[in-house]
């Protein structure tokens, strides 16, 4: 298993596109989580799911974003009409049933730039 | 309400010294797990140590220990002989009824620089 696949890596879009990112967690892992980190800050969570099933949001996911995990394995995170505030690294991680002592596996990231 | 608080946004090392990263942190929730991470330049969150808020000793692993004050909420990180690879963002975090289903909230993280 190669960890925690995100693509693409890079996305520059403009202004009121939407945009759609591809997470594909360790195969064993039934938690998904994806997070946005903007410059100088820490990773902020936006939602999670366990399996198929999206148990939380956050504040930050507004109605433009959406996710999905079908068939609880790889997840898709898409925004629509985006803005330029919208501009970030999105993370995906993933964790197993093995306890709270684990941590996440991150991926490495998507960049979108909204120009 | 921030409950991770890193109040250094920078820290310099020598090379083989050892260095603090500090965490705070804020909870009323008696079950609580802590966590170091590592980001690199190249952007993926490495997970580095866990410290449990019923465990009894400090946790370590190899170089990376973890300095638990549980009256005083901090959780330090401890880098002993630092490396030039060392060099990175490093976010200290927390999950809330460690039952291992609630998101971790981060820090806004520290930047270590390694000097030779």
């Known amino acids: 298993d190669t960890g925690v696949s995100q693509n693409p890596r890079h996305k520059i879009t403009k202004r009121g596109q939407n945009v759609t990112f591809r997470c594909d967690p360790i195969s064993e892992h039934n938690r998904l989580y994806w997070y946005r980190q903007t410059l100088g800050q820490g990773p902020e969570f936006l939602t999670y799911?366990?399996?198929?099933?999206?148990?939380?949001k956050s504040r930050l996911l507004s109605d433009r974003f959406s996710a999905e995990r079908p068939k609880g394995s790889f997840s898709t995170l898409e925004i629509q009409r985006t803005e330029q505030g919208d501009s970030a690294m999105y993370l995906c991680?993933?964790?197993?049933?093995?306890?709270?002592?684990?941590?996440?596996?991150f991926g490495s990231g998507t960049r979108l730039t909204v120009v | 309400a921030q409950k991770i608080t890193q109040t250094q946004p920078g820290m310099f090392v020598q090379e083989k010294e050892a260095v603090t990263l500090d965490c705070t942190y804020d909870?009323?929730?008696?079950?609580?797990?802590l966590f170091w991470y590592k980001q690199p330049s190249s952007g993926e969150m490495i997970f580095l140590i866990y410290q449990g808020s019923y465990d009894q000793q400090n946790a370590t692993e190899g170089r990376y220990s973890l300095n638990f004050q549980k009256a005083r909420k901090s959780a330090n990180l401890v880098i002993s002989a630092s490396q030039l690879g060392d060099s990175a963002m490093y976010f200290c975090a927390m999950r809330e009824r460690n039952s291992g289903n609630t998101p971790l909230v981060f820090g806004k993280g520290t930047r270590l620089s390694v000097i030779a």
């Open positions: 799911f366990q399996n198929e099933a999206q148990l939380e």
């Open positions: 909870t009323s929730d008696p079950s609580y797990g």
């Open positions: 991680a993933s964790s197993g049933t093995q306890g709270p002592r684990t941590g996440y596996t």
